[in-house]
């Protein structure tokens, strides 16, 4: 499976963006799918996962704030992102477990 993230740019807090996941492969509705994002000189952080049994988890930043969801007949992950802050303003990425090589990523920044 490939996955590769897109959708960033830029939105001034309290705004909102929809990132998308574009995977490829087979077997893709049975995988996976988690959101990380990583600040430049900080780790990866996890932000939301989609439960390859169709569960939900969220870290407590994107609690009430994302949303991700799945369009198996295009393949795509999707993470919703409302209310905005300057602390969102990261690379986000998205992967699967197994763990593929990371993407490029797409650049969520957020101004005050």
């Known amino acids: 499976v490939q996955l590769q993230a897109s959708g960033g740019g830029a939105v001034q807090s309290g705004g909102s963006l929809r990132l998308s996941c574009q995977t490829s492969g087979n077997g893709f509705i049975h995988n996976p799918v988690y959101w990380y994002r990583q600040v430049q000189g900080k780790e990866r952080e996890w932000v939301a996962g989609?439960?390859?049994?169709?569960?939900?988890v969220y870290a407590d930043s994107a609690k009430g704030r994302f949303t991700i969801s799945r369009d198996n007949a295009e393949n795509i992950v999707y993470l919703e992102m409302s209310s905005l802050e300057p602390e969102d303003t990261a690379v986000y990425y998205c992967?699967?477990?197994?763990?593929?090589?990371w993407g490029q990523g797409t650049l969520v920044t957020v101004s005050s």
């Open positions: 992967n699967t477990y197994p763990p593929q090589p």
């Open positions: 989609l439960l390859s049994a169709g569960g939900f």
